[in-house]
């Protein structure tokens, strides 16, 4: 009798995060392809003036509305302040650490202008090509067009996303960074705002299948690191950007626990 309560406790629990897979993937799958065909209409019909400033708000609106679903249903804790002082500064390059397949949009639900820089093969997916080529976000094709539209991008306002491993991370605490990430960086000239993703397991991770359930309850939070002048030198600024990234992730606060409420962000 003494085991029957624990296995029973255990099984409850597994079909409580198998519940919790099947709302967090339906959710997504449902606002992305309610909004696809409406973002494939405005793209073609919209200036590029009004269409990119509505695609990047409504992109916000659906992540953040999303989180929420997470936190009441699927008993997730998102600890994220930090993005919110970060969405007041200026123009920046966001270079993130790439944990999960959520990293993107935890970053866009708190950043209402940002633009995103992804695989070209997802600019063509039915799940999220059309609202982010309404969005105008960039698809990674070739260096010399990345640095261009950063650039354009940057020049407007916004923030511009950029994941530096590639994909998400096989080599903790962080895969090895190109110096293509230094090179755009010291064409755009423009302050680099390191963001560190912390989470409690490694779910959706490189090694975690889309299918299998997550381990609940889920905390992810988001810490800013070090803020980068404009640099000068591609090879020198990769290398300190990979030192920055390495020891502030292997540092006790990042380590796979759950994670505390940080204190609400200071003015300085």
Not at 249 to 259: F, H, Q, R
């Amino acid at each position: 009798m003494g085991l029957a309560l624990p296995r029973t406790a255990q099984a409850l629990q597994a079909l409580r995060e198998h519940i919790a897979m099947a709302i967090g993937l339906g959710t997504l799958a449902l606002l992305c392809l309610s909004w696809s065909p409406i973002a494939l209409l405005l793209h073609h019909t919209l200036p590029r003036r009004w269409g990119q400033p509505l695609g990047r708000r409504v992109a916000t609106l659906c992540f953040r509305f999303y989180l929420g679903v997470l936190r009441v249903a699927c008993g997730c804790h998102f600890h994220l302040n930090a993005l919110d002082e970060l969405a007041k500064r200026g123009p920046a390059i966001i270079v993130a650490n790439h944990p999960s397949l959520l990293d993107a949009l935890l970053l866009i639900s708190h950043l209402p202008n940002a633009v995103c820089i992804m695989k070209a093969s997802l600019m063509n997916n039915p799940m999220f090509g059309a609202g982010a080529r309404l969005a105008g976000y960039i698809r990674n094709d070739s260096l010399l067009h990345v640095i261009l539209h950063c650039r354009s991008a940057l020049r407007e306002g916004a923030h511009v996303i950029v994941f530096p491993e590639g994909t998400r991370t096989i080599e903790a605490p962080m895969n090895r960074i190109p110096v293509s990430i230094g090179l755009l960086a010291v064409r755009a000239q423009m302050p680099v705002q390191t963001v560190l993703l912390d989470f409690s397991s490694p779910y959706l991770g490189k090694a975690w299948p889309l299918w299998r359930r997550p381990e609940l309850p889920l905390h992810v939070r988001a810490r800013l690191g070090r803020r980068f002048d404009p640099p000068r030198d591609a090879q020198a600024f990769t290398d300190e950007l990979q030192r920055h990234f390495d020891q502030a992730l292997s540092a006790p606060s990042s380590s796979p626990t759950p994670c505390p409420i940080p204190p609400p962000p200071t003015s300085s």
